[in-house]
């Protein structure tokens, strides 16, 4: 059973460009969390995902950013127009919920995407 | 408002030593508490997971506890090996909603 698969690890872009982040869940998982780490600090959470939904997106700025779980394919999450205050890791997590609890769910994290803005 | 405060901030340990991490948090009405091992450059790890009625647990060497009642937990870490190395996050998650508040981290360094 694959972990959660999060591409691409490293991705440079100046500013301006568009950077987009993929999430694939892991197998069974239909809840996707996008969180956001800067050097030095924890993780900050940004926006919540099930199947085709966004849940909670309070975390996330409300411009330039937007994410996605569409119904085939990975989670996606869309930086436009970077800023060098966008450089970063992004790490995806994924769960699935036992008994009907959405927060007793276990969350597997990715490896992370690390995003540089020149 | 939900907080989940960490500490210390950073720690160095000789190799071979015990240490313990702590963890407070306001975090209303409970739901569980994790916490995960963060290696440099990879993504959280999960070690532990604590229900309500869960006051400790263990995996290997590392043993979490859990106050409900003073909304305290601590990581303790035995025979510390420098593959220990690492941030270790802990995450508090509320009932009946998304919420999932992950603390700063406490930053071990584990030295021969």
């Known amino acids: 059973n694959a972990g959660v698969m999060q591409n691409p690890r490293h991705l440079v872009r100046r500013r301006g460009q568009e950077a987009r982040l993929r999430c694939s869940p892991m197998?069974?998982?239909?809840?996707v969390y996008w969180y956001r780490q800067l050097p030095e600090e924890g993780l900050k959470f940004m926006v919540y995902l099930q199947k085709e939904n966004i849940i909670d997106e309070s975390g996330m700025p409300k411009e330039r950013f937007s994410a996605e779980f569409p119904k085939e394919g990975p989670s996606i999450l869309r930086i436009q127009q970077v800023v060098r205050g966008d450089s970063a890791a992004y790490f995806c997590?994924?769960?699935?919920?036992?008994?009907?609890?959405?927060?007793?769910?276990?969350?597997?994290f990715g490896e992370g995407s690390r995003l540089t803005v020149l | 408002k939900n907080q989940v405060e960490q500490s210390p901030q950073s720690l160095i340990i000789l190799e071979g030593k015990n240490c313990t991490l702590q963890?407070?948090?306001?975090?209303?009405?409970?739901?569980?508490l994790r916490w995960y091992k963060q290696d440099t450059g990879r993504g959280p790890v999960s070690l532990t997971i604590m229900t309500f009625s869960e006051n400790t647990k263990s995996n290997g060497r590392y043993t979490a506890t859990l106050d409900a009642d003073t909304k305290q937990s601590s990581l303790h870490i035995t025979a510390s090996q420098l593959s220990d190395s690492a941030s270790y996050i802990c995450?508090?998650?509320?009932?009946?909603?998304?919420?999932?508040?992950f603390g700063a981290g406490t930053r071990l360094f584990v030295k021969a």
């Open positions: 997590a994924s769960s699935t919920t036992l008994g009907g609890e959405i927060n007793t769910g276990e969350l597997f």
């Open positions: 963890c407070n948090y306001t975090v209303s009405p409970f739901s569980n």
């Open positions: 197998k069974g998982h239909s809840h």
């Open positions: 995450v508090v998650s509320a009932t009946g909603g998304f919420k999932t508040i």
